[in-house]
């Protein structure tokens, strides 16, 4: 685009000397701050929900330290608060991790869900809770985390070929090995025991029900340590939305960039779906729904895709728990239930030729 | 809010928390660890309907909250509590708390309970956030067997004086059947749980609640092949339903429309064409299909087990089972 | 067009009835194989006396008369319905990878079944198979537009991929049902894996006669599939209206899916794995592929579900559970051969 028409909609931000120098379009920042709005609007009601009856005033004294009753006390600080964080931050994860290997893959369908990242986590837990049922609770995320990690070298190692990892092979074979995978955790449920099938089923339908401070830093700590480093990336992963070859030619080291991308890609991944089980659509669909409200830069994309899987979750729990009182609906159903319509609404309304 | 009504709140709170503060506590241990516990539990909130809260509400119990399931109309139930115990979450006191598998930790948080009692198949997560609200037991139910899960429940309740009048009425009462009976390892039976959707057969050596507590109370034997299950239960090929043949064969109904003894019947035979031919068992009357309670984990189970395993073995002539040459 | 002016990139065109003979008397033997072993070792004898003197008393009869042989005959349907249906898909979409459970196909029959049976308790079996082509149909359309809509349109990629996100959802939805009622959980987790086990023949009733037109007219358009696959451009040149005949492919692929769910549940990756197999021997003319797809399906699915029955006993696998984790494999193995 030619600069004399894009200064007037630029804000230019400028910090260490002018060593970085932002040209942050200006739609896209007030999108990113309706987004940020709408999000603490969404955790605030969900603060404010739930089945045991706190006022809303109850809840903001609580908040700031006052204690009402040691019972609501435990609800706001325990229950509420920690789930809330963690759906937003899953939410956020899940979000950047499908951007990412949407970028990586060149594919705007990649999602961590259909590329056996989840189904690999998936298997490790329904194993270890049907097979070691008394296990401890401490060894399910870690469980999820290896089984993740597992599943994608396996798909990293057999779509390696000696002119390096082909994008489109990487999600085939994901599709092909989520399939195997998925084939042997059903195996699985079907031979073992009803109660411990369902105690296995519960966590696979991914639900935010059993978070606690733990999880919350366990997730923010990864997103602390991994975002960053996709924000260094951002120049280079925007010369891959053009293809390899312009890429290279821009000068952008592909290869590496493309290894760190999906790993990052399946590390965030990763950690989120071994904390809430597998929460499919949202990388699927954060992107596109980030692209649709504003054209940005690569580095505001991010966030405000990381911004609309951190709303969609939070909603999704919220709705979960909320619309069919007193039954609960994990918020992994309800993203998917509202995903992927919402998913093909966003294609339909792209014309095939437009690209970005 | 006003600094009044903030005191009306915290005085409130008080009165509300005192009951728990007054109460005498003593130390008990469980499958996940060793807690502090009231001697007389007054809010009790079971994780699992079948296999917890019915249990002690049938001891006495203050059950005040309890876990239970979602039919197809979206109403909860308690499985097994109309057709066991004639009780259910409208005509008791009894809170839904979520299903067992997606427990609602602010459901529970709402019913201030001094005791909450879970098994095996409940979310450690959950365990753990529920420590915050009171002690929460971990029961093991497979490891301990059926009476002894009672009997657990029972103490850890307070009511183990009810418990141990009904075990003794129940040990009175295996003792007069076996009476009856004469030599009971000279009887074989076979436990079987068929789906109305007939696509598997389960077959149990041991741990299906109260009726294969009571026909191993009786000494009764089981057919080779089930004996030598390493398992507790197998699904069973339709090609090999011989194997399972007995004096007596059991299978179970339960309170569903598609669960009737008619349908349950009807897919055993959709599940193994000539299913009855091929079965001595069958062909004389000795395949027996057992109402859901018999299958359950009560008191109630087991005396309704017993009663009826007497009636069909003590109460009529029987053809005994002949093992082919 | 006639079968004559086809061009020919048959490289084995002159050996292809060959394979006819050798594929019926291992599909043959098979057959055999599959009624004469099982859970339960039977001797030949019993076997052959359940076939010329049955006896309705003798349970050893009943085990191959009642058991065994409607499992294989259902077996044979199924896999050849399903690699047929897998064989005209990958002509029509030019897409190697197509296979009507990973297009989606599969599970929107499977998901209707769901509804249909556990939402609205529908019992009448007469409807199950319409139902069941309803679902697949709607699937198939979904995962259509969603692939066109695609920047860069209905490449093998984004179908596949579309394919992939609509399953995941209906099996979202399925699992939802199962945590909100358990009951159907219990009731149906079996047949949601695909399963061979206490099948009732009396569907094939009502899905045989459809499904019977539905493979012989596959088989008599089989031949301008191989142009269709040559592009449209090619085919329209040869004089081939691809628009109705995409249509009527289609239709055929559609009731072929929703009759092999209805009998067995949602089965994987035969659709996939049989066609390619099979162009291995008979190349590109799908003259050959289609014939060929249906005999090694049926073959393959009699192979799977005999280890299906006798590898565990008492057990029972689910053959569904055995043809992906053979299939899936074999998915990777294509995916490393074609997009070096």
């Known amino acids: 685009m030619s600069h004399a028409t894009a200064a007037p909609r630029h804000l230019v931000l400028r910090l260490f000397d002018e060593r970085i120098a932002l040209r942050i379009p200006l739609r896209a920042l007030i999108t990113a701050t309706s987004l940020t709005l709408i999000l603490l609007l969404v955790m605030s009601i969900s603060l404010a929900t739930g089945t045991y009856g706190i006022a809303l005033e109850e809840v903001w004294n609580t908040l700031r330290g006052i204690t009402i009753s040691s019972a609501i006390d435990n609800v706001v600080w325990e229950f509420r608060f920690p789930r809330t964080l963690a759906a937003a931050l899953v939410g956020a994860m899940m979000a950047l991790s499908g951007a990412t290997l949407q970028n990586a893959t060149r594919n705007g369908l990649a999602d961590p869900s ?32 290896f089984g993740a990690i597992a599943v994608a070298l396996a798909i990293q190692g057999l779509s390696h070929t000696r002119q390096g990892g082909g994008a489109i092979r990487f999600i085939l074979m994901g599709i092909g090995l989520s399939a195997f995978v998925a084939s042997i955790t059903s195996a699985l449920l079907t031979y073992s025991e009803i109660d411990r099938a369902m105690a296995a089923l519960s966590w696979l339908a991914g639900s935010i029900n059993a978070t606690n401070w733990n999880d919350v830093a366990t997730l923010a700590g990864w997103t602390v340590i991994l975002a960053p480093i996709l924000l260094a990336l951002s120049r280079t992963m925007s010369a891959m939305r053009f293809g390899e070859g ?10 590496l960039a493309n290894n760190i991308q999906l790993a990052i890609a399946v590390a965030l991944a990763a950690v989120a779906t071994s904390v809430v089980g597998p929460l499919g659509f949202v990388g699927l669909i954060a992107p596109h729904a980030a692209k649709r409200l504003a054209r940005a830069g690569m580095g505001l994309h991010l966030i405000l895709t990381a911004l609309w899987g951190a709303i969609l979750v939070s909603l999704a729990d919220l709705l979960g728990r909320a619309a069919f009182a007193p039954i609960q609906i994990p918020a992994g159903i309800i993203t998917a239930a509202i995903g992927v319509p919402v998913f093909v609404i966003l294609l339909v309304r792209t014309r095939p030729t437009q690209t970005h | 809010m006003s600094l009044r009504t903030l005191f009306a709140l915290a005085g409130l709170a008080l009165t ?53 399931r979602v039919d197809a109309e979206g109403k909860t139930f308690m499985r097994g509590g109309m057709d066991t115990l004639g009780i259910d979450y409208a005509n008791t006191d009894i809170q839904y ?38 002690p ?46 004469g030599d009971t390892a000279a009887i074989s039976a076979t436990t079987t749980f068929m789906f109305p ?4 057969l389960w077959v149990y050596r041991a741990n299906l609640g109260a009726i294969t507590q009571v026909l191993s109370d009786l000494g009764f034997a089981q057919p080779a092949a089930v004996a030598a299950l390493n398992a507790t239960q197998a699904s069973w090929s339709a090609e090999l339903i011989q194997q399972l043949d007995a004096d007596f064969i059991f299978g179970f109904y339960r309170q569903q429309p598609d669960a009737t003894p008619e349908t349950i019947r009807a897919a055993y035979e959709k599940f193994a064409p000539g299913w009855c031919a091929a079965l001595t068992a069958c062909q004389n009357g000795q395949f027996v299909v057992l109402p859901g309670p018999t299958f359950g984990s009560t008191m109630t189970g087991l005396e309704l087990a017993l009663e009826l395993v007497e009636n069909n073995v003590a109460g009529r002539p029987f053809t005994p089972f002949v093992e082919a040459p | 067009m006639t079968v004559a002016a086809a061009p020919s990139p048959v490289r084995h065109s002159a050996r292809s009835w060959s394979g006819v003979p050798v594929l019926l008397a291992i599909l043959a033997g098979l057959f055999l194989l599959h009624i004469a072993v099982g859970a339960k070792a039977l001797p030949l004898g019993t076997v052959v006396d359940a076939f010329f003197a049955f006896d309705s008393k003798d349970f050893d009869h009943v085990i191959v008369f009642n058991l065994r042989l409607p499992r294989a005959v259902i077996a044979v349907v199924v896999g050849a319905t399903l690699a047929l249906a897998g064989a005209l898909m990958q002509g029509v979409t030019r897409n190697p990878l197509a296979d009507p459970a990973l297009l989606g196909l599969t599970s929107g029959a499977a998901f209707a079944v769901v509804i249909a049976t556990s939402v609205y308790g529908l019992a009448t079996m007469a409807l199950l198979p319409w139902i069941a082509m309803a679902g697949s149909l709607g699937a198939a359309a979904i995962v259509y537009i969603i692939a066109r809509l695609v920047p860069g349109g209905a490449t093998p990629l984004s179908m596949t991929l579309a394919g992939a996100s609509v399953s995941a959802f209906l099996g979202a939805v399925i699992s939802a049902i199962h945590l909100l009622n358990q009951e159907t959980f219990e009731n149906l987790r079996v047949w949601l894996t695909g399963s061979l086990a206490g099948r009732d023949v009396t569907m094939l009733y009502y899905v045989g006669p459809p499904m019977l037109v539905a493979l012989l007219a596959g ?27 995409k249509a009527q492919l289609l239709a055929v692929v559609v009731v072929l899916t929703a009759g092999a769910v209805a009998l067995a549940g949602p089965l994987g990756f035969i659709g996939l794995v049989i066609p390619h197999v099979v162009r291995l021997y008979v190349g590109s003319d ?27 006993p008492p057990r029972e696998i689910s053959t569904g559970i055995i043809t992906a984790m053979i299939g899936a494999p074999l998915f990777v193995h294509l995916v490393r051969r074609r997009t070096r």
């Not at chain 2, 009810?162 to 009856?180: D, G, H, L, P, V």
């Not at chain 2, 959707?197 to 598997?200: K, N, P």
């Open chain 1, 246 to 255: 312009t890429a290279t030619g821009l000068g952008a080291p592909i290869r």
């Open chain 1, 114 to 145: 259909l590329v056996g990242i989840s189904q690999g986590a998936a298997l490790a837990v329904v194993a270890l809770t049907v097979l070691f049922p008394a296990s401890l609770a401490l060894f399910r995320p870690w469980a999820a985390f």
């Open chain 2, 197 to 200: 959707e007939a696509d598997d």
């Open chain 3, 286 to 312: 799908y003259r050959w592929i289609v014939p060929y797809a249906a005999l090694a399906g049926a073959a393959y699915l009699l192979g799977v579900d005999i280890i299906a029955r006798v590898a565990i």
């Open chain 2, 136 to 181: 929460t037991l971990v029961i093991d139910n497979g490891a301990l067997g059926l009476i002894e899960t009672l009997r657990t429940l029972a103490d850890v309740s307070g009511q183990s004086g009810n418990f141990e009048a009904r075990y003794q009425s129940y040990q009175a009462n295996i003792e007069r059947t076996k009476s009856f009976i």
């Open chain 3, 219 to 245: 088989i008599l358009l089989a031949p301008r599939v191989t142009v269709l696959a040559m592009g449209d451009d090619v085919a329209q040149g040869l004089g081939v209206r691809t628009g109705p005949l």
């Open chain 2, 97 to 134: 708390v979520g299903q067992f598998n997606a427990l609602n930790v602010e459901a529970i948080a709402a019913l201030q309970p001094d005791l909450i009692i879970g098994g095996t198949y409940t979310d450690l997560a959950v365990v753990d956030q529920l420590q915050s609200i009171a």
């Open chain 2, 16 to 68: 509300l928390a005192i009951p728990a503060f007054a109460q005498e506590t003593r130390n008990v241990t469980a499958a996940n660890g060793t807690f502090d516990i009231p001697v007389a539990p007054q809010r009790i909130v079971a994780l699992n309907d079948q296999i917890i809260a019915l249990p002690l509400y049938e001891l006495g119990a203050s059950v005040v909250g309890s876990a239970g």
